[in-house]
């Protein structure tokens, strides 16, 4: 007789001993569990009925082919709704289905020369700040440098001396939403507890930039081109016209979604370059060759083809969504011959898929070449899913390549980049990034030696 769940721990109290490993290392357990059990299995912890599918043909289902069965879990997306309320990450159905276009224009390739050139120029600005020989953190580095690039892009606002109180703001937002999605209880908002204070706080720190610049654009002459912008002239236009409120949303999303994703992914790349220095290597050669010491622009990214695969293979690596966001069952539902009954929850986890070898041979070897034309094509669909996949795959995809690839190349011709502490263990905190930091060293390309050529 057919099994009534797939493989997966079992503890004989309803999954209670599972709880607090769970919890304590939500990716930890998700890789253990792949390791005993395989790529579809199942968990009970206490009422949750829990899925882990990591396996591309069934991520497929879930993501595509039987999207229309599954919502994103509600549990996470409370959380989130506080500060990007029904903006593209936490919607669905119609509002989705109304504002997902709106939003998409504004990610136009038309729009990259632009782009491309504020990531550059901020760039060049962050690093007059650097003094070559001495460490900084890198994670941190990009983290304010990727909330100017996206202020920049989303509002046209200049936030050189606001970057760090604003990303204090996304820190607390982020640190108690980590709280409020592992905990077994939900505290209500009103509780005047720390964490949630300092939470409203963030939350009213970054409305107070997004209406300001809403009224700006609808109380002056001056014409502006920056995404906020483009939204709500197409949010005008719309068949079902748009709010303001509802651009908001958008904004305060785009807002969120675009820099913390971004800075934790460019962060695995300076470690994987670090770790890797054959690899870094043929990148500079490269750099070296395409723009001969000019400063790039977004028109040479096509051209720098081995950086873009490194950037995909530390995306393979540590994915910066090292789970995308639950699904929840809204109807029962056949998944690889198991049915997945209503209200059971999906996990889906990109660093289990990565670091699968049926998907990736030697998973845990750097080998951008995997990306290149003739292997490229030999990994199964739905198995590379930084970005996720199906109608609700990142819309940021492609701004964010480019945005790593042109301030990689902006840094690399200028300074040498070298680890100033052990390998960082990892940390899941809504997104997957070095615990404490990436401290570096930088040192000035006129002043290093050479590096070890290849054999
Ligand atoms: C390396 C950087 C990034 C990574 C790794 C990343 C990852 C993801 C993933 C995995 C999803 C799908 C989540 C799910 O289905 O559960 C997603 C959705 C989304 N991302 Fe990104 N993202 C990045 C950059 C950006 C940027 C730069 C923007 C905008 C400026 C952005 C905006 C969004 C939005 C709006 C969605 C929701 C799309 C929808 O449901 O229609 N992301 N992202």
């Not at 082919?65 to 509600?74: A, E, I, N, Y």
């Not at 949630?196 to 609808?218: F, P």
């Amino acid at each position: 007789m057919q099994a009534k769940y797939p493989p997966g721990p079992r503890d004989g109290r309803l999954g209670i001993s599972f709880y607090k490993p769970f919890r304590a290392d939500p990716l930890a357990f998700a890789v253990d569990v792949a390791e005993k059990y395989g790529d579809f299995t199942f968990v009970r912890l206490g009422w949750v009925r829990l899925y882990f599918v990591n396996r591309p043909e069934l991520i497929r289902d879930v993501l595509a082919t039987k999207v229309k069965s599954f919502r994103k879990l509600g549990r996470q997306m409370r959380s989130l709704r506080k500060i990007e309320g029904e903006g593209l990450v936490v919607s669905e159905g119609t509002t989705w289905s109304r504002h997902r276009p709106v939003v998409q224009g504004s990610f136009h390739g038309r729009h990259f020369g632009g782009h491309g050139n504020v990531v550059v120029e901020y760039t060049q600005r962050r690093m007059e700040r650097w003094t070559a020989g001495e460490p900084i953190n890198i994670a941190d580095e990009m983290n304010e440098l990727a909330l100017e690039i996206i202020a920049k892009i989303v509002f046209d606002v200049d936030l050189s001396d606001d970057a760090a109180r604003l990303r204090d703001a996304v820190h607390s937002f982020r640190t108690e939403m980590q709280k409020e999605v592992s905990g077994s209880v939900h505290l209500p908002d009103w509780l005047p507890l720390p964490g949630k204070i300092r939470q409203k706080r963030a939350v009213q720190v970054v409305n107070d930039l997004i209406w300001s610049q809403i009224r700006e654009r609808r109380t002056s002459d001056v014409p502006r081109n920056d995404m906020l912008a483009q939204m709500l002239t197409a949010a005008s236009a719309a068949p079902v016209p748009i709010s303001d409120a509802e651009i908001r949303d958008e904004a305060a999303t785009l807002f969120v979604a675009g820099h913390d994703t971004t800075s934790a992914a460019l962060a695995w790349f300076w470690l994987t370059l670090m770790q890797n220095p054959l690899v870094e290597e043929r990148v500079l050669r490269e750099i070296g060759t395409v723009l001969g010491g000019r400063t790039p622009t977004a028109a040479d990214v096509p051209k720098l083809h081995y950086l873009e695969r490194v950037v995909k293979e530390s995306m393979r690596l540590y994915p910066a969504a090292a789970f995308l966001f639950g699904r929840e069952a809204i109807e029962d539902v056949e998944i690889g011959g198991f049915t997945i009954s209503k209200g059971s929850w999906v996990f889906i986890a990109p660093y289990v898929v990565h670091h699968d070898a049926r998907n990736f041979p030697d998973p845990e070897v750097c080998d951008p070449e995997r990306f290149a034309p003739g292997r490229i094509e030999q990994i199964p669909a739905y198995a590379y899913i930084p970005f996720g996949g199906g109608p609700r795959i990142c819309i940021g995809n492609a701004l964010a390549t480019m945005q790593i690839i042109l301030m990689a190349a902006t840094v690399l011709q200028k300074y040498r980049v070298t680890l100033a502490q052990p390998t960082p263990e990892h940390e899941m905190e809504v997104v997957l990034r070095p615990k404490g930091g990436l401290r570096v060293l930088v040192e000035s390309r006129a002043e290093v030696q050479p590096i070890r050529r290849a054999a």
